[in-house]
């Protein structure tokens, strides 16, 4: 297998050749020698690449750690790539001609070499440490969160102090040599997943759309050809950030910079797993390299103030600050998935104006926009705004619950740790899958159903796991991770492996997710099908819903490990309540039903009023004869806890026509003030027909007809409820032909047929007295108790660029009923805003009570 891996001479033997072979193109430079007196090499790439260095420009660095052969072998074959496409896609030939490549496809030769020759699993260079031991792990060897140890044999050694190895010096002389850098990569191996740079704190930064989004539109390309989608991934609280690496090196000097983690093994087979992992890079790579130039200082600048302005059920108004150009556009892009690509694919609107209307959207849906600016003369598009998140708004009949996984029913059962399970739940991740020491492991997620109202009916759920450590779990193209709904009465201890394992199920959950899809970083979910939300429905009269996440139940051959994890937001290793599981649930109550019976029926012609009786139609001139009627809603329950849903006028007629004439009779909704003459009647002010207008064949004496209420008619039933108004209704006759003497008579037992639900219109208050404070390391928010028995609780929510407008507008430090919370993640240092969000159970958020934390301030 190594004999198909090139040696370090070999790739200098072809990187020269290449050179040679296309001197226009490519270059290859000296940066450095090496503790065994290795060549570091670089190779730019660019048309007329002795220009390289006047343009904007990506780095490569590949195989700092010296297993992971992926970084060399990747950049060989992509230089070749590059070499004999230039001319042939017009996208590369652009690119070449505008922007350039720089590549070290091995950082670490002596390392590279040693475990080529000796030790497959050697990960240091090959340094001699002052105590004789070998070795320093390079990607802890720069400045950056540097740590000092004396632990000179430990495979992360970070080096006496920082910069102390040739290697590490030579990339950050170039680096430092080369402002016209804008996007760097390391390749690493493994675990498919994309580890964009941190600022040592766990907060969100301006350019994390943009690494984000690269890493995404990187994974388009990847998918494409495997049909793989990578984690993104940027470090997740608490878990450990890595010091000294060279991605925060770069980073640092303003570089968009990202570690690349490819396949599933250090050093794979590669005829089976290699090949794929480079054929997917390349288009990734060809990918990122375009985007380099949008970048540089050629680039427009990026949008600001990007915000929500308005949010209804089915349409979100997004809006901006843009200094006035005529060559500037801007791109939208929508998505309904975690950390999504921004390109065709989720390009939803090419607009001038600074703001937007986005139609057509699902009801009480999670968005995620993003929005970057274009040059329309030079194509050079700006860095993104930071992501706006968007849950748009309820339907009148609906209702949705954030279910958080209950914390002693959230665990994994493993098969050879039957003692130990007791002490997952609510503490370690879930483990799913199978290894050798543990054996078989399934998940438990458990939810409390106490806040669902027992008649609700569930229209739409979704279950989210947030997936994390692929790298450590060591995932191979085999086998898949499903969710099921356990049947209540088919285990007796949720902490046993073996009730667990074969407790019975309603079936699985939406569709399976498969090992190559398990994104590290990015939120996984199962989507109920109607038939699946029915089953989960039965569930709310005990209280309490149990699934099982379970994955494949064997070891692909010769693995000790098919084991994935996911976060359960609870424990020491957990990321909070951002992470915990979610039950995300949309549903609507039995609809409740009325019958009113009108308080007025007139019949008004030029002649006369009739009291106490309905006609329509013509009289014997020609002239209309109109009928009246009215209705006191009033008789429906409290309008600020009831939302009507349906509506419709049931009426039919106690005379008919043998002979059929083309007259049509419609009901219109009116504004009129009095009926006592013709005029008053002829002057109404119509709002809306109901329904649709029957003509006579349809009219018999013995059916009812039924008008129904249009959504505008509903509004407009639902206000002059609110306000105590009376509904009011005339039935009219239309004819082309001028038709004379024809009257219907309708039947006295009309009746308006009202739907209504119980449901809380307005949010409750929002929180007084909003303020910070420190508190044990940490910034701790309080606030006052809005005094209403209507509110359910406060979600807090804090974001680095803005107020946040919206409870989904950030990241979620707190949801419950405290009138306080802890931002366990928050750091001094950086400014940040926080808004409180008071709900009641439908649920309808209030305002955002907002404060700024100032870094300068003192709190
Ligand atoms: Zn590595």
């Known amino acids: 297998m190594k004999n198909q891996y090139q040696s370090y001479q070999e790739s200098l033997d072809f990187l020269y050749q290449i050179q040679k072979d296309y001197p226009n193109l490519i270059e290859v430079i000296k940066i450095g020698t090496t503790y065994e007196e290795r060549d570091i090499v670089l190779v730019k790439i660019s048309q007329d690449v002795e220009k390289a260095d006047e343009k904007p420009a990506m780095l490569y660095t590949g195989s700092i750690h010296a297993r992971e052969w992926i970084g060399n072998e990747l950049a060989l074959k992509f230089i070749e790539y590059v070499a004999l496409n230039q001319h042939i896609d017009p996208q590369l030939e652009k690119n070449l001609n505008e922007a350039t490549i720089y590549m070290v496809p091995c950082l670490n030769p002596d390392g590279f070499e040693y475990s080529r020759k000796h030790f497959s699993f050697w990960r240091k260079n090959r340094r001699k440490n002052h105590d004789g031991t070998i070795g320093v792990d390079l990607n802890r060897n720069f400045s950056i969160g540097w740590s000092k140890s004396t632990n000179t044999s430990s ?25 016209n850098i804008t996007i760097a990569f390391d390749y690493h191996s493994q675990g498919n997943v994309f580890f964009p740079a941190h600022k040592f704190n766990h907060e969100a930064e301006i350019d994390g759309t943009d690494m984000n989004a690269l890493c995404a539109n990187m994974n388009d390309e990847i998918f494409k050809i495997t049909g793989r989608k990578y984690g993104i991934h940027r470090g997740k609280p608490p878990a450990q950030l890595i010091s000294g690496s060279g991605r925060e090196y770069y980073y640092s000097k303003g570089i968009i910079a990202t570690v690349v983690e490819v396949g599933t093994k250090n050093i794979p087979d590669y005829m089976k797993s290699m090949s794929s992992s480079v054929n997917e890079n390349i288009p990734a790579l060809k990918y990122a390299f375009s985007e380099v130039i949008n970048y540089s200082s050629k680039s427009p600048h990026r949008v600001s103030a990007f915000t929500i302005s308005d949010v209804q059920a089915t349409s979100v108004t997004l809006s901006w600050e843009y200094e006035e150009r005529d060559v500037i556009y801007f791109e939208i892009f929508r998505s309904v998935q975690d950390k999504d690509a921004c390109n065709k694919r989720t390009l939803i609107a090419t607009v001038g104006d600074n703001n937007f209307v986005d ?3 699902e009801s009480s849906t999670n968005y995620n926009y993003t929005i970057r600016a274009v040059n329309k003369k030079t194509g050079y598009k700006s860095s993104f705004a930071p992501i706006v998140k968007i849950r748009t708004a309820l339907e009148d009949d609906e209702f949705f619950k954030l279910l958080f996984a209950e914390k002693n029913s959230t665990g994994y059962v ?17 483990f799913v ?20 109202p027992s008649d609700a009916i569930i229209k739409e759920a979704r279950l989210y796991l947030y997936p994390m450590n692929r790298v450590g779990a060591k995932i191979e193209k085999f086998g898949e991770w499903n969710l099921s709904l356990m049947k209540n009465e088919s285990f007796s201890d949720i902490t046993d492996f073996k009730d667990i394992d074969s407790a019975k199920t309603k079936g699985t959950i939406g569709r399976a997710i498969k090992s190559h899809n398990l994104t590290q970083g990015i939120w996984d979910f199962w989507e109920f099908s109607s038939h699946e939300c029915a089953s989960l429905q039965e569930e709310i009269v005990n209280g309490k819903a149990y699934f099982r996440v379970d994955g494949p139940k064997y070891l692909p051959d010769g693995e000790d490990s098919q084991m994935m994890q996911f976060d359960i937001g609870y424990g020491q290793y957990g990321g909070g309540i951002h992470y915990r599981p979610i039950l995300d649930v949309k549903y609507t109550v039995t609809e409740q039903k009325m019958k009113l019976s009108p308080s007025t029926l007139t019949t008004i012609s030029t002649s006369q009023v009739e009291e106490n009786i309905l006609k329509s139609g013509f009289d014997k001139d020609g002239n209309r004869i109109y009928g009246y009627l009215d209705f ?14 349906k509506c419709a006028l049931k009426i039919r007629n106690s005379n008919s026509f043998k002979k059929k004439k083309d007259t049509r009779y419609y009901i219109e909704l009116v504004e009129v003030d009095e009926v006592g003459s013709y005029e008053d009647i002829k002057n109404r002010d119509k709002i809306e027909y109901i329904g649709y207008e029957v003509s006579e064949s349809e009219l018999n004496s013995k059916e009812y007809q039924y008008f129904n209420f249009d959504t505008l008619s509903k509004l407009a039933l639902d206000t002059m409820h609110q306000e105590g108004k009376k509904l009011k209704l005339v039935i009219r006759a239309a004819s082309s032909a001028g038709v004379t003497n024809r009257v219907v008579t309708w039947n006295s037992d009309v009746e308006l047929v009202v739907k209504y639900i119980d449901k809380r219109r307005t949010a409750p208050a929002k929180a007084k007295n909003l303020y910070i404070s420190k508190e044990n390391g940490m910034i701790k928010l309080n606030w006052d108790a809005v005094d209403d028995s209507a509110v359910t609780g406060y979600y807090v929510v804090r974001n680095s660029f803005h107020i946040p407008k919206h409870f989904t507008d950030g990241v979620k430090i707190y949801g419950g009923k405290d009138t306080y919370t802890f931002d366990n993640f928050a750091s001094f240092d950086k400014e940040k805003y926080y808004a409180v969000f008071t709900y009641d159970d439908v649920p309808n958020f209030s305002n955002g009570a907002t404060v700024h934390y100032n870094p300068l301030e003192k709190y």
């Open 155 to 179: 495979n992360i050694y970070g080096g006496e102090a920082p910069f102390s190895e040739a290697e590490t010096r030579a990339i950050k002389e170039f680096v430092d040599a080369h402002e």
């Open 359 to 361: 139609n057509d959207l």
């Open 414 to 430: 493993g098969q050879f740790t039957q003692e130990l399970n007791r002490t997952h739940f609510g503490n370690n991740s879930l």
């Open 433 to 452: 899958g199978i290894n050798k020491s543990k054996g078989i492991c399934d998940g438990v997620v458990g939810f409390d159903f106490d806040s669902l």
């Open 632 to 645: 006191d809603i009033s008789a429906l329950p409290d309008p600020s806890t009831t939302v009507i849903i």
